[in-house]
């Protein structure tokens, strides 16, 4: 039986983006992944996250990937990948965000920190300014 990959991916807005699906979708031709995706508590509340992160795992599902998620943390999403990761079972953390001048997870370098806290493989996706528009 493959070795299954466990990813942490942190992503608000762009839960659903295809850049993020498209990705996943790579990942998982090399071998099976399990994803754990966090969207952390934001403007809008545990509704709108809600929304987010039930759209998200349902694109996943239909593509054939493995995941459960769940809204976290108190409007700092560095809490909400600490309320979640578990380095004994993630095998590394994805960070999803919106393109680098509309970004607050940018501006506030929140890749670099998660890896600094974390000690885990951290790696970042950039929606496209298009896909971000949309997703307003």
Do not use: F, N
């Amino acid at each position: 039986m493959p070795w299954t990959t466990h990813l942490l991916v942190v992503a608000s807005r762009t839960a659903e983006s295809s850049e993020l699906i498209s990705y996943l979708r790579e990942r998982a031709r090399t071998g099976p992944v399990h994803v754990t995706l966090v969207v952390p508590l934001e403007v809008g509340g545990r509704d709108a996250g809600r929304e987010r992160l039930e759209g998200a795992l349902a694109r996943l599902h239909e593509i054939g990937i493995e995941a459960v998620g769940q809204v976290a943390g108190d409007g700092e999403p560095l809490h909400a990948v600490l309320e979640v990761y578990d380095p004994k079972r993630h095998d590394e953390i994805i960070v999803v965000t919106l393109p680098e001048h509309l970004s607050r997870w940018l501006r506030c370098d929140l890749p670099h920190r998660i890896a600094q806290v974390t000690g885990a493989l951290v790696r970042h996706i950039e929606v496209s300014e298009r896909r971000a528009a949309v997703r307003r």
